[in-house]
């Protein structure tokens, strides 16, 4: 963290907390902050476990910007030391992308996810005060089953229906 107008200027001025709508997942607050010529930037690790599996990160913020200047999220998810997982969301002079979902390609229990958080002013300020990451868990296989019987059963009695209707 740094820059003489940069805010905030210790990792103790930054919450964390259980979000469960919409999905599961972590808020981070704070009033992070940079103008006229300074920055900002928080580097967040943490792992995180599910015991029906994760295939997807959701990443969500409400960074703002004016004149010169970014505010950024930075997100790297890693199955041991496998990178299973990338992203970038910003908003800068380009335009703002302020949400991404991260497809995994896999069912992963346990992830270690890294996250940088960054406003810089070149010229203007930048802004972000609030984090959004969700996790959505992957079906448990009794659930996928079921779901499965179900559409057979769906399918076979539209096929019955048909062939009912064909002979009449």
């Known amino acids: 963290m740094g820059g003489a107008l940069a805010d905030p200027t210790n990792c103790g001025s930054i919450n964390v907390a259980t979000i469960t709508t919409p999905g ?35 990443l969500d913020f409400n960074g703002t910007f004016e004149g010169l200047a970014i505010s950024q999220v930075t997100e790297s ?62 079906p448990e296989p009794a659930s996928l089953a079921m779901l499965g019987g179900g559409l057979l059963a769906a399918a076979g009695l539209l096929r019955r229906r048909n062939k009912g209707a064909v002979k009449a």
Request: charge should be negative; glycine fraction near 10%.
């Open 77 to 138: 998810v890693y199955s041991g030391s496998n990178l299973v997982g990338f992203a970038r969301v910003s908003c800068a002079p380009l335009g703002c992308n302020r949400t991404d979902e991260i497809m995994l390609g896999g069912n992963y229990t346990n992830l270690h996810i890294e996250k940088d958080i960054l406003v810089a002013a070149a010229y203007g300020d930048a802004s972000i005060s609030i984090v959004d990451q969700t996790f959505s868990d992957a």
């Open 24 to 58: 599961n997942g972590i808020q981070i607050s704070s009033g992070f902050v940079a103008a006229l010529n300074s920055f900002d930037d928080a580097v967040l690790t943490y792992d995180v476990s599910s015991t029906s599996g994760i295939d997807s990160v959701g």
